[in-house]
Nanobody, 124 residues
Framework: QMQLVESGGGLVQAGGSLRLSCAAS????????MAWFRQAPGKEREFIAV????????SYADSVSGRFTISRDNSKNMVYLQMNSLKPVDTAVYYC?????????????????WGQGTQVTVSS
C-alpha cells in the first residue's frame, strides 16, 4: 500500500521561497511518475509539475514555469518542489501524487495515490 506525506509548507512573504517534500512509503520499489498539484478554496485542483521515474524529464504549468523546480531522489523515495519568487496567487494546499506509469501525466484523474496536502500561504 502506497502512502505519500507532504511537508515543508508554511507562511512566506511574496518573493520568498519554500521547498516542499513528499515522502513515499509502503513498498520497497521506487515510485513511478510523480507530480505536484495545488488547490485553492473554491477552485479546481491545478497541475503544477511532473517528473518521470528517472528524474530526467520534467514539465511545468505555465503559471509556475521558471519559478518552481521539481526533483526526486529515488534512493530515498523522496520528491521535492522548490518554489522561488512566490506570489500571493500561489497560496493553496499543495499535494503530491503518484501514478502507475512511466511517462508524464497532467490530469489529476490519472494519478493513483495522493498525500494529505500541505498548506502554502504567501502574503503580500
Amino acid at each position: 500500500q502506497m502512502q505519500l506525506v507532504e511537508s515543508g509548507g508554511g507562511l512566506v512573504q511574496a518573493g520568498g521561497s519554500l521547498r516542499l517534500s513528499c515522502a513515499a512509503s509502503g513498498r520497497t520499489s521506487s515510485t513511478y511518475t510523480m507530480a505536484w498539484f495545488r488547490q485553492a478554496p473554491g477552485k479546481e485542483r491545478e497541475f503544477i509539475a511532473v517528473i518521470r521515474r528517472s528524474g530526467g524529464s520534467t514539465s511545468y504549468a505555465d503559471s509556475v514555469s521558471g519559478r518552481f523546480t521539481i526533483s526526486r531522489d529515488n534512493s530515498k523515495n523522496m520528491v521535492y518542489l522548490q518554489m522561488n519568487s512566490l506570489k500571493p496567487v500561489d497560496t493553496a494546499v499543495y499535494y503530491c501524487a503518484e501514478g502507475s506509469f512511466i511517462g508524464l501525466g497532467f490530469r489529476a484523474s490519472t494519478y493513483d495515490y495522493w498525500g494529505q496536502g500541505t498548506q502554502v500561504t504567501v502574503s503580500s
